[in-house]
């Protein structure tokens, strides 16, 4: 009975986060994004590289060159305008979830 009162108030949570702003403009900027090829071809190397280092990092083979390939590859992203905007806009809505999570945690004291 409880996990269902909590998946309830979980669903009335995850509604009122897609009300912010903050999500909006998330979900704004994503469709921006994805309507450019460049950057999601940026994305999609990035993603590309980060699957490799996790695999390599397993196998012990992981290096700095990689590390930096990754970072020179980050940092040329968010010099990308469209790639700026959905970080910056990602961070804001990470704001918003850090607090509802703090008072979560409080509540449970």
């Not at 309830?8 to 403009?25: D, F, N, R, S, W």
């Not at 970080?87 to 703090?102: F, S």
Request: glycine share 2%.
């Amino acid at each position: 009975m409880l996990y269902k009162e909590l998946e309830k108030k979980a669903e009335e949570l995850g509604k009122l986060i897609t009300q912010t702003e903050e999500y909006k403009e998330v979900k704004a900027k994503q469709a921006k994004l994805f309507k450019n090829q460049e950057a999601v071809n940026l994305l999609q190397e990035l993603n590309r590289l980060q699957r490799e280092n996790d695999i390599k990092k397993k196998e012990g083979s992981l290096t700095d060159e990689d590390l930096k390939k990754t970072e020179q590859l980050e940092l040329k992203m968010l010099d990308y305008p469209i790639i700026k905007e959905f970080h910056e806009a990602q961070t804001k809505l990470q704001k918003v979830l850090n607090l509802v999570m703090q008072a979560v945690i409080k509540a449970s004291r």
